[in-house]
């Protein structure tokens, strides 16, 4: 593992200042890779560049490792961060499982990798700041103040209005020249039949089968614009975009589900498992969410999850408490959601939930260890990141994890999408088909040119 810096290097140092917001693209092209982007509902917008320093892991002990290399990075700060959200924060993933990377198109993707931004725009409640750090041997308070100064005046130079699908000016979808499947329909009705064999024989109670679908696309990837229209349509999603160090390749996505977030000792979690389509009328929507809420199997996929969060948060919390199950609606599926929160009985770093929960059976299955060894035997393609949780980490062990789904990789012509479905006993393997398709929609219709809807379908 990289150490975040010599023990003996100066703090890290870190200046922030206040600056008019410039359009999201216009920052997003302007910083240097390694770019980091996140967002979510209630957390401010967050778009880096480069790297001030780094922190990569491997093996099963990447959470405890990445959670050492935090806590030495932010052992002596000099910060002034102006605000809450400008902080320094450590922003970046894990790999699903040891050994997910090994595989394309995860080669330059580590099984662990954070990063602190070298310059960093925050968009909070309270207005846009822009962040300098440095650490080790550019940790100078002088120098980063220099930096700043130089970065607020080719800031100022940007443009500040979104360009816009309605403007006309931002480019168009890429489309699709080819794409191919990881898994054939004959080969997925095999896999999801065996493992609904083994559930009824008692081998397992639950496990999640994901498809790969890699896509040739027509033109370059256009990254900023991705970005701009999957924050349009999943505003109440997380998302993100991590690039490793190095080439053009990076993983992003807009997810509904939350890992776990941890503030001081407040805990907050998602159960969300259980799908269904969007109608084509307010009604036909009402009528699906109701089904939802009814149907035996979806609640049941559901309640496994809902069970196994409560009993992987009890050995840490002083209380637990979940909200009625409801549906979360969203742009092209509904899924069953239960709100989790929970007060700890002692302070703990975020990485420790982390690790407790990931996998949640939501992506994994029961038990933990037989649904994964389903997973690594059935699966033809490597997980990567996908499935596995992102986010971020502050110095106070603070931080917030969403789970990495609704997800690819995308170069400048290629993307390898990734969604996968809970199989319980009762599943059918072609309605399980369909569910994946639902779930490639948000990064799908992204890539595909507008107009040529279904390209990629079954
Ligand atoms: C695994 C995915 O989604 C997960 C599986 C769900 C299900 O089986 O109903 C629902 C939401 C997610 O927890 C995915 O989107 O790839």
Redesign the pocket.
């Known amino acids: 593992m990289e150490r975040a810096r010599p023990r003996s290097s100066p703090p890290l140092v870190s200046r922030t200042t206040a600056v008019d917001e410039p359009a999201f693209a216009a920052v997003f092209d302007a910083l240097p890779s390694p770019r980091t982007t996140w967002s979510a509902p209630d957390d401010a917008l967050v778009v880096g560049g480069g790297a001030a320093a780094t922190l990569t892991a491997e093996g099963d002990d990447r959470f405890a490792a990445i959670r050492d290399a935090a806590t030495e990075l932010f052992e002596s700060g000099d910060v002034h961060a102006g605000t809450e959200a400008a902080r320094p924060r450590v922003f970046g993933g894990f790999a699903f499982h040891e050994g997910a990377c090994d595989g394309d198109p995860w080669g330059p993707f580590p099984e662990a990798r954070f990063v602190l931004p070298r310059v960093q725009l925050t968009v909070a409640d309270n207005g846009a700041w822009l962040t300098v750090n440095a650490v080790g041997a550019d940790a100078d308070a002088s120098a980063v103040e220099d930096r700043l100064a130089r970065e607020v005046e080719r800031f100022d130079t940007l443009d500040r209005h979104d360009s816009g699908d309605a403007a006309g000016s931002r480019p168009p979808r890429p489309g699709i020249r080819e794409s191919r499947r990881t898994t054939s329909r004959e080969a997925w009705r095999d896999s999801v039949g065996a493992a609904v064999d083994r559930i009824r024989d008692g081998d397992l109670q639950k496990v999640?089968l994901?498809q790969a679908l890699e896509a040739d696309l027509a033109a370059d990837f256009p990254r900023a614009p991705t970005l701009e229209r999957l924050a349009e349509k999943y505003p109440d999603c997380h998302r993100y975009w991590f690039e490793p160090a190095a080439g053009e390749s990076a993983f992003f996505g807009a997810t509904?589900?939350r890992l776990v977030s941890l503030r001081g000792r407040t805990v907050e979690t998602d159960a969300?498992?259980?799908?269904t389509g969007r109608g084509e009328t307010p009604s036909e929507d009402e009528w699906l969410a109701e089904e939802l809420l009814d149907d035996e199997k979806?609640v049941h996929?559901h309640e496994l999850?809902a069970e196994t969060v409560r009993d992987q948060l009890e050995p840490f919390a002083a209380s637990i408490s979940a909200a009625d199950r409801r549906v979360r609606r969203l742009a092209t599926v509904q899924?069953l959601h239960t709100p989790i929160t929970a007060e700890l009985d002692a302070d703990r770093h975020v990485l420790e939930l982390v690790e407790a929960l990931h996998p949640t059976p939501?992506?994994g299955g029961l038990l933990p260890d037989r649904a994964l060894a389903t997973i690594r035997e059935t699966e033809p393609f490597d997980r990567g990141w996908?499935?596995a949780p992102v986010g971020w980490i502050d110095a106070a062990g603070n931080g917030a994890f969403a789970?990495a789904?609704?997800s690819a990789v995308a170069s400048r012509r290629r993307a390898t999408l990734?969604?996968?479905?809970?199989v319980v006993s009762d599943s059918d393997p072609d309605r399980e088909w369909d569910?994946v398709q639902l779930?490639y929609r948000p990064i799908l219709d992204e890539l595909e040119r507008d107009g040529a809807g279904g390209s990629a379908d079954s």
Do not use: D, M, S, W
């Open positions: 999640v994901a509904p589900e969300l498992a259980g799908t979806n996929e999850v899924h939501a992506v996908y499935a789970v789904i609704r990734f969604a996968g479905v809970g569910e779930k």
